[in-house]
């Protein structure tokens, strides 16, 4: 049973890392990676010097900090706010209404989210009606960014509240009836029970996001930006899109791609060691 893994890991994850070679050449692909020249850190150098690369770095920060800040804390106030309700089958139903986006691919969602807030869509229809202007909101670079953060948080929400929640079920009852005996209302009882009861996932789940510090959302993105966005929307993954496969500007998409994943991994391994640090987590 583990086998089929093991070859998907071999051959998409461990065969193409000898391609990190192209990074240190000035790759011909009529030459291949073994005969192509050698130029050690030019491509590195020429990465940092371009005002392109720098712009998509920053766009790429602030997207995917802004993701994981957001998608802890808008789950967490979900998943206090359900756990308050006592209808069951009230309860169990908007966990599953919230809960199906996740299960949508981008593909699908992107072109849903496009005419809802296309021209002619039900956004400035809405709008409309108390005299705004129509606008193509994913043509507007000044809104894209926010709205690429909204609609991941959307989609998302209710799938990240799903483990909030398995840690509501494990604070004991007790707790909240003592509390109320005390005089201590609801909304006190979430700071003095709930939180404190929860704090340990809560921890977790922040420095686990770290590691995506750097994932902005390939698919999100490519699926919703256009050239009028790029100078706030465009990413390092579809900047490395654009340069590698469409410009054919292999060297440099290598670079910059190989840059990403140093990247990656320094804060995956600091995100792991937080959390053994911090909420007794451990890999292995």
């Given amino acids: 049973m583990v086998v089929p893994g093991l070859l998907w890991l071999l051959f998409f994850n461990l065969v193409p890392l000898f391609g990190i070679i192209i990074a240190f050449e000035d790759y011909v692909p009529g030459l291949g990676p073994w005969r192509s020249e050698f130029n050690g850190l030019e491509n590195f150098e020429y990465l940092f010097s371009m005002a392109d690369a720098k712009r998509v770095i920053v766009n790429t920060i602030v997207i995917a900090c802004s993701k994981v800040v957001l998608n802890l804390v808008v789950p967490l106030l979900f998943a ?3 756990n308050e309700v006592k209808n069951l089958r009230y309860k169990k139903f908007i966990q599953t ?3 199906l986006p996740h299960f949508l691919s981008w593909v699908i969602l992107a072109s849903v989210i ?3 807030f296309g021209l002619d869509g039900i956004v400035n229809k809405i709008g409309g009606l108390f005299g705004a ?3 193509i909101w994913f043509s507007e670079s000044s809104y894209f960014r926010q709205l690429v953060i909204g609609t991941d948080v959307w989609k998302e929400f209710g799938f990240n ?3 909030f929640l398995a840690a509501l079920t494990g604070i004991d009852p007790n707790l909240y009836e003592a509390a109320s005996i005390d005089g201590c209302g609801k909304f006190r009882s979430v700071f003095y029970i709930t939180l404190p009861g929860i704090m340990p996932t809560i ?3 922040g420095v686990l996001g770290l590691s995506n510090v750097l994932n902005a959302g390939f ?3 490519f699926n919703l930006y256009n050239p009028m966005v790029y100078s706030t929307g465009d990413i390092l993954d579809t900047w490395v899109y654009r340069i590698g496969l469409v410009n054919l500007q292999f060297s440099l998409a290598t670079t910059a791609g190989l840059f990403k994943s140093l990247i990656s991994f320094v804060m995956i391994v600091l995100s792991y060691t937080a959390a053994y640090k911090f909420a007794d987590y451990k890999v292995f």
Wanted: hydrophobic share 70%; no cysteine.
């Fill in 133 to 135: 202007e129509p606008v």
């Fill in 203 to 205: 921890v977790l789940v």
């Fill in 219 to 221: 698919d999100q993105v």
């Fill in 97 to 99: 209404a919230v809960y």
């Fill in 114 to 116: 496009l005419n809802i």
């Fill in 80 to 82: 206090l706010l359900l």
């Fill in 161 to 163: 509240a799903v483990i």
